[in-house]
């Protein structure tokens, strides 16, 4: 009876170890995709587009009012899905110095390497675009805004619309937001920068502006869900020289941008192709101001 109880003792002792160590093999999986989803380089995270490079098609340029049940992907216009495809090629590359050993700080531990064509590290990285490191070589030689390890904010956003719409105009990040109201070609839709109903909603494609007390910051948005009666939209924008090749901030019903994960920061507004979709104004749902 004894060596009875302890068999049946050691047996169920096995079965639970075995158990605890497929849960923390599984559980340390589910890290690592969450991981390669959110930040770190792989695939990008899951993104709601609904038009696919070479479809046409374009938000309606009817006005639009957040509120409904559902919180609906806004859709990207043709030149916006081929902006959103370069831009994911180009965010999927980018990493952080293996110097930095994991931390993530300013200004040397941001996102500014990309793994070059013909490299091997990071080895679960796809290569930087060739033709977009050549688009940089073109524009700027020599500039060290375009180059691997100091890759820069507005390059990314260049680079990604380089080989779709090429912004022939350069400038400072927040400086882009002047450099291009007006320009042939172009259209801003306006978020902090102007009043509520003055704002308009931003589409996969756009480069988005950020503003702060320095030179701003700058990005390209990759996905746009509308906030509902119920619940936040989000939006997600690729970008370089960042804490993360990816990032998602709630999008509120006024369509400003939550953006207290980055303190100091606001979204000024958005830069679009006149090409690249209707402008569409915002409506508030009743009661709203």
Not at 139 to 150: I, K, L, Q, R, Y
Not at 156 to 185: C, E, H, I, K
Not at 241 to 250: G, H, L
Request: proline share 9%; aromatic share 10%; charged share 10%.
């Amino acid at each position: 009876m004894n060596n009875s109880s302890k068999t049946l003792t050691v047996l169920i002792g096995g079965v639970v170890a075995i158990t605890l160590l497929a849960f923390l093999a599984l559980s340390g999986l589910a890290a690592t995709f969450a991981w390669m989803e959110g930040s770190g380089y792989g695939s990008g995270p899951a993104l709601c587009q609904a038009v696919t490079p070479g479809v046409g098609t374009s938000v309606s340029s009817k006005t639009q009012t957040p509120g409904a049940n559902t919180s609906p992907c806004v859709p990207a216009s043709e030149v916006g899905a081929q902006v959103v495809a370069w831009a994911k090629a180009m965010a999927n590359a980018l990493y952080v110095s293996p110097a930095c050993g994991g931390r993530i700080s300013y200004p040397d531990c941001y996102y500014t390497w990309y793994k070059a064509p013909g490299t091997a590290y990071p080895p679960s990285a796809p290569a930087f675009p060739q033709a977009v490191i050549r688009y940089g070589a073109q524009v700027c030689p020599g500039c060290s805004a375009w180059a691997n390890g100091t890759y820069q904010c507005v390059s990314f956003v260049r680079g990604a619309y380089s080989q779709v719409y090429p912004m022939r105009l350069t400038a400072n990040a927040f400086d882009l937001w002047a450099r291009y109201a007006g320009q042939p070609g172009w259209m801003e839709i306006p978020e902090a920068s102007a009043p509520t109903g003055q704002r308009g909603i931003p589409m996969p494609g756009d480069v988005v502006i950020f503003k702060d007390t320095s030179i701003g910051h700058a990005g390209i948005v990759m996905s746009l869900e509308l906030p509902t009666s119920t619940m936040e939209g989000a939006i997600t924008f690729s970008n370089a020289n960042s804490v993360s090749p990816y990032t998602t901030m709630p999008l509120l019903s006024d369509l400003t941008v939550d953006t207290s994960s980055w303190p100091g920061y606001t979204v000024w507004g958005y830069i679009r192709p006149r090409t690249g979709g209707a402008f569409t104004q915002l409506t508030l749902p009743s009661g709203q101001t």
